[in-house]
């Protein structure tokens, strides 16, 4: 733990450099930096060891000073909590742990007071197994609302509840059968979350409508917009047909439900009904089969369906043999997903930009060196990532570098997925995988001090709280100009006042390795370099690669990582220009001199 402290002094800023004024985006999302709250994780106020609402009103002075222009709030909406809020059984109530309406509303309030927005998480490919909805449609084969739902019969010749009986071979993404036997009508129902997620039927348009009615509702209330949860999956395969070989880190079937034939007829008719009926609203949605080819479908202004667009691509690196099976990422593979959206979406697409949220776990764990050098590699994936062109969301806690939990136990886990796991494991172990890629990673409680429960509540914890919370944590950082908190503030102010950062274009930059993730954002008369060492060793950047397009005389350097960023010889302040070797986990960001 005493080599996670960052070395002296470590963070370079020149903080005149920037302009003065606030880059005007239109639209204003383009400049605009998204800060996501788990809120069940987020700040407890009650003593009941869960967050709640009150708790993020009380935490909203804390993210206007980091920065943030966007909160997007996990589901709160009532919920049996079988997934964690994602199992809804009434989308127009909050649900008794996090509060009610009202707090709710006022939340919503303070924080446009405050200057900040708020999105709401979205969850309409299903929802819980106690909304009425569903309790309606399982009451039987001729409820009015049967066919608002996927039931079907078993596959013929087999006994109904038994295993190969089920109407399809397709797996859950949580393990095991997508369907669910109902001995009550002897049909299944599909469920490609967990069994109390039952999916809603798109196909039927009384759900359209009773969908976008809702959504309405929340706009119309004062919700600044959405993030829609795994949209990609609403439109089925007609027929519902056997699934092929299961393609890691999907189970069997994903070819027949993920991008489905009227998906995209769906989201243009949901942006028609909701979102064109109240201009300005920030929508993002959520594609696990995303490529950077078909997210232009879900993210081309001109097709009239999202803002930008979540994808997995780089998050699911190395994980061929499946997600708790992954292998170490190859220097520079990365930086190669990242590059090839940002080639693709290009002028017309725009790219969510994120390394980790509540489904993933912690970026320095993953992609850094959290034992040898946590801080540099905290903030040298924060550079690789936040400057690119997109909106930058930041997960709570990775402002100040969390690690993830410590599960040595199967008692250590609370995530349904990886219960499942567990229940289908051989063995009292923790696998490796399963502890390193777990959901629960990303959901341990937010580290605001060094007491005993981070500061998070005054309760026992729903979930355990991490050791690491007596050293990283924020009161600590914020009282340290050079901390992983005050980095994430330099990147923010950064992307808010620098043109280039808002509007330009990106263009990788090849500096002789792979490790080095070096590009430049220009638009007309700002211009910004970003060079960065994605690994443990040093390197020397290819000067006549560089140097020919980007003369060291153009570049100040603005923000630098590492205290090879900056040395001072007889009072003299030396900084290194863009062909000079590069530190371990190293990040430089220059600005063009004016």
């Not at 509840?161 to 399809?168: L, Q, V």
């Not at 939990?405 to 995988?433: C, I, K, M, W």
Request: net charge negative; charged share 20%; hydrophobic share 35%.
């Amino acid at each position: 733990s005493r080599r996670l402290l960052p070395p002296q002094n470590p963070m370079f800023l020149r903080s005149d450099l920037l302009p003065a004024a606030r880059v005007d985006a239109d639209p204003w999302w383009k400049n605009a930096v998204l800060y996501q709250v788990y809120p069940r994780s987020f700040q407890d106020t009650n003593g009941d060891g869960i967050g709640d609402l009150d708790g993020i009103y009380s935490r909203l002075e804390y993210l206007a000073r980091l920065g943030v222009d966007i909160i997007w709030i996990s589901p709160i909406y009532r919920s049996p909590q079988a997934d964690n809020g994602y199992d809804i059984s009434d989308y127009r109530d909050i649900d008794p742990l996090f509060g009610d309406l009202a707090a709710f509303d006022a939340l919503v309030a303070r924080a446009h007071e405050m200057g900040m927005r708020v999105v709401m998480d979205l969850v309409v490919n299903h929802t819980s197994i106690k909304h009425p909805w569903f309790v309606e449609s399982a009451s039987g084969r001729e409820s009015a609302r049967r066919d608002w739902y996927y039931w079907r019969d078993p596959r013929p010749g087999l006994k109904p509840g038994t295993p190969g009986a089920e109407p399809t071979n397709w797996e859950s993404f949580f393990g095991g059968s997508a369907w669910e036997y109902d001995p009550t009508s002897g049909q299944y129902y599909l469920h490609l979350f967990a069994r109390e997620q039952p999916d809603l039927n798109w196909e039927n348009p009384q759900v359209r409508d009773a969908v976008y009615d809702m959504m309405n509702w929340w706009l119309d209330r004062g919700v600044d917009g959405f993030r829609v949860d795994a949209i990609d999956v609403i439109s089925k395969r007609p027929g519902l047909p056997d699934g092929g070989p299961a393609r890691a880190p999907f189970g069997v079937g994903h070819e027949c439900f993920a991008d489905g034939p009227r998906l995209h007829e769906f989201l243009q008719e949901m942006h028609e009904r909701t979102f064109a009926l109240h201009p300005g609203t920030f929508t993002v949605g959520e594609a696990s089969n995303a490529s950077p080819e078909s997210a232009l479908l879900f993210c081309d202004p001109a097709r009239r369906e999202f803002n930008m667009l979540i994808q997995f691509e780089h998050v699911n690196l190395g994980q061929e043999n499946g997600k708790f099976s992954p292998r170490p990422l190859a220097h520079g593979e990365l930086a190669d997903v990242l590059t090839r959206w940002q080639e693709t979406l290009g002028e017309r697409g725009w790219n969510a930009l994120y390394l980790e949220n509540h489904d993933q776990p912690r970026a320095v764990a993953r992609f850094g060196d959290p034992q040898n050098a946590w801080f540099e590699s905290a903030t040298a994936l924060a550079t690789a990532y936040f400057l690119q062109r997109g909106t930058p969301f930041i997960y709570q806690g990775q402002e100040i570098g969390m690690l993830g939990g410590q599960f040595t136990r199967p008692t250590d886990f609370r995530d349904v997925e990886s219960l499942n796991y567990l229940r289908a494991h051989t063995g009292d172990d923790v696998p490796a995988g399963l502890a390193a890629i777990s959901r629960d990673n990303g959901r341990t409680p937010m580290q605001w001090n060094s007491s005993p429960n981070a500061g998070f509540t005054s309760g026992t914890p729903w979930i355990d709280v991490p050791a690491s919370a007596s050293y990283i944590n924020v009161e600590t950082q914020m009282e340290d100009s050079s901390s992983i908190y005050a980095y994430y503030r330099a990147l923010i102010e950064a992307r808010h006042r620098v043109s280039a950062l808002t509007t330009g274009s990106f263009e990788r930059i090849d500096a002789g390795d792979p490790a080095l993730f070096v590009y430049q954002r220009s638009c007309e008369g700002s211009a910004v370099l970003v060079a960065v060492n994605l690994s443990g060793r040093a390197i020397i950047p290819s000067g006549a690669l560089i140097d020919e397009a980007f003369p060291s005389s153009r570049w100040n350097l603005y923000l630098g990582n590492t205290v090879d960023s900056h040395s001072d010889t007889e009072q003299e302040t030396l900084t290194p220009t863009p062909t000079s070797s590069m530190a371990p986990w190293e990040a430089r960001v220059y600005l063009a001199a004016r």
